[in-house]
C-alpha cells in the first residue's frame, strides 16, 4: 500500500470516530468530523493528483 491509501483510511477512520453519535464526541457538535472531512477531501485530491 501506498502513503496515500494509508493516510486515507486513517483519516476515514478519524472521521468515523468524531461523528458526533457517538458518545464520547456528543457534546463536540459537528466541528471535528467537519473539520476531518476537509482534511480527507484534500488527502485525497493529493492522491489523485499524484503529489502524495
Same mark, same amino acid.
Given at each position: *500500500? @501506498?502513503?496515500?491509501?494509508?493516510?486515507v483510511i486513517i483519516l476515514i477512520l478519524l472521521?468515523? /470516530?468524531?461523528?458526533?453519535?457517538?458518545?464520547?464526541? +456528543? @457534546?463536540? /457538535?459537528?466541528?471535528?468530523?467537519?473539520?476531518?472531512?476537509?482534511?480527507?477531501?484534500?488527502?485525497?485530491?493529493?492522491?489523485? *493528483? /499524484? +503529489?502524495?
Amino acid at each position: *500500500m @501506498s502513503l496515500g491509501t494509508i493516510l486515507v483510511i486513517i483519516l476515514i477512520l478519524l472521521l468515523i /470516530g468524531a461523528l458526533p453519535s457517538w458518545g464520547h464526541s +456528543r @457534546s463536540w /457538535g459537528y466541528l471535528p468530523s467537519g473539520g476531518l472531512g476537509l482534511v480527507l477531501v484534500i488527502v485525497i485530491i493529493l492522491v489523485l *493528483m /499524484g +503529489r502524495i
